[in-house]
């Protein structure tokens, strides 16, 4: 069974605020990934780690930075958060022969 | 770089009533997939086909990578298979990622 997981699932926050979005999982997958995504639109990478302490940047530039400390848990963070990061964050994960990817539920994020 | 590219954009059925998605790839990805985002935005994962066909339900799949394309069938549609519909694929090595395609919109009508 595939497990990984999101939380928040929704988020409203005033601008300015520092804001951690969760994402583990449970496979024993090395790859992660976040991809970040506006209602209906194309989903384009923000960031990628290929296991503990390795993490890039993806195609999308992005204010956000994360961390890969354990393998299961791949944070993202905003450390000042603006009216534009309003979107979808998707966090998957794949093991290293890039088989089978699986997504989480997703974190709907909106900055007031 | 790799770009995948999905066809139609939109598209709009009547209940029962059979589709096929195309998804076309620039250079030889490996380990394609479909994903169904359903309208909460979460990722639904329907085949993973690097190759060959498969079949789930009213789904089925085909994928030829000497040709670089992809097809998805839906038969017999219902209101449930709305969404946007998303193939992805990655290029390889270790390194490779996902490259997502811009999605099929599919509405179908009662």
């Known amino acids: 069974e595939a497990d990984i997981y999101q939380t928040p699932r929704y988020l409203v926050i005033g601008t300015g605020k520092k804001i951690t979005l969760e994402c583990s999982q449970t496979m024993g997958h090395d790859k992660m990934y976040w991809y970040q995504q506006d209602p209906g639109m194309e989903l384009h990478l923000i960031h990628y780690?290929?296991?503990?302490?390795?993490?890039e940047k993806g195609d999308l530039s992005s204010e956000s930075t994360v961390s890969r400390i354990r393998t299961e848990h791949f944070p993202l963070t905003l450390e000042s958060a603006r009216p534009s990061h309003t979107s979808q964050y998707l966090c998957?994960?794949?093991?290293?022969?890039?088989?089978?990817?699986?997504f989480g539920q997703g974190t709907r994020l909106t900055v007031v | 770089g790799i770009q995948v590219e999905q066809s139609p954009p939109d598209l709009i059925l009547q209940e029962g009533a059979n589709s096929t998605l195309r998804c076309n790839f620039s250079d030889s990805v490996n380990n394609l997939q479909w994903f169904h985002q359903n309208p909460w935005g979460q990722l639904i994962n329907l085949f993973y086909i690097p190759s060959g066909t498969k079949q789930n339900g009213r789904l089925s799949a085909t994928t030829v990578a000497t040709e670089r394309y992809s097809l998805l069938y839906i038969s017999s549609s219902q209101t449930t298979d709305s969404g946007v519909y998303f193939c992805a694929g990655d290029y390889g090595g270790s390194q490779g990622n996902l490259i997502f395609g811009k999605g099929t919109k599919l509405s179908v009508k009662p």
């Open positions: 780690s290929y296991g503990v302490n390795s993490t």
């Open positions: 998957a994960s794949t093991d290293t022969r890039n088989t089978e990817a699986f």
